[in-house]
């Protein structure tokens, strides 16, 4: 059984940094895409950023430039990396892992709060 843990959430003010990582329990994480995705209050969740299983990564639009993505095949880890974080990036963040049969896993989440 897969499980995926989130850490690294807090509490941030404007122009600062946070960097949320995702350990993934389980066997062949290397064989599965990751993501990151996001739900902030009264909105739909989105997708923030993935890394393939050869790494190559992608954005929403609202990030590029100030998030980075990242795995560890060996540590079955996988970051993200954010810096000049706004009040916008405030939103509970999800690490979610989908394999090449289409078998998804999220975890429970991790909340990030942007403020003064």
């Known amino acids: 059984q897969v499980q995926l843990v989130e850490s690294g959430g807090g509490l941030v003010q404007p122009g600062g940094s946070l960097r949320l990582s995702c350990v993934f329990s389980g066997f062949t994480f290397s064989d599965y895409v990751m993501s990151w995705y996001r739900q902030a209050p009264g909105k739909e969740r989105e997708l923030v950023a993935g890394?393939?299983?050869?790494?190559?990564?992608n954005y929403v639009d609202s990030v590029k430039g100030r998030f980075t993505i990242s795995r560890d095949n060996v540590k079955k880890t996988v970051s993200l990396q954010m810096n000049s974080l706004k009040p916008e990036d405030t939103a509970v963040y999800y690490c979610?892992?989908?394999?090449?049969?289409?078998?998804?896993?999220w975890g429970k989440g991790t909340l990030v709060t942007v403020s003064p």
């Open positions: 979610k892992g989908r394999n090449r049969y289409g078998m998804e896993y």
């Open positions: 890394i393939s299983r050869g790494g190559s990564t």
